[in-house]
């Protein structure tokens, strides 16, 4: 084979590499997009969890206000009282649960997409080494190819 074939094969394979290593790199950082999208996405169920827990104790309270003044009692003393203090302290806790559930998938999804850029920097390189080490080694073939 000419040093020539040699050469363009050579510069060929080690672009082909190149791209395929930026490829990889683009289609990771896609990836991390999406992972940012889906945290996001997880975020928002959680907040529209917290308005419907929200709304569940406001229900709730105004239930056992309405029905201790219905039943001639003082809604805000004793028992009453008592009621709706565990209807606030019980949705309360689960609110908190959301927002740590909210918070834990936002910066899950946040440390998905840094795992993913960083495989994407792997592969870029990777590919560089490839190319660089077959542009070396078609430097070597052509070499030998010399007549001496």
Known sequence: MSNAVIGVLTAATASMQ????KQA????????????????????????????VMKNILATQATIVA???AGGIDAFSGNSDT???YALATGVNELYTIKDNQILALEGGELQ??????????????ANAQALGTLASGVAMTKQAMPK
């Open 67 to 69: 029905r201790s003044g």
């Open 83 to 85: 009621l709706q203090t």
């Open 113 to 126: 997409a840094k795992q993913y850029l960083i495989q994407g920097r792997a592969a870029r390189l990777q």
């Open 18 to 21: 190149y791209k395929a290593g």
């Open 25 to 52: 790199a683009r289609g990771y950082a896609m990836q991390a997009t999406q992972a940012r999208i889906e945290a996001r996405q997880a975020s928002l169920q959680y907040r529209q969890q917290s308005l419907d």
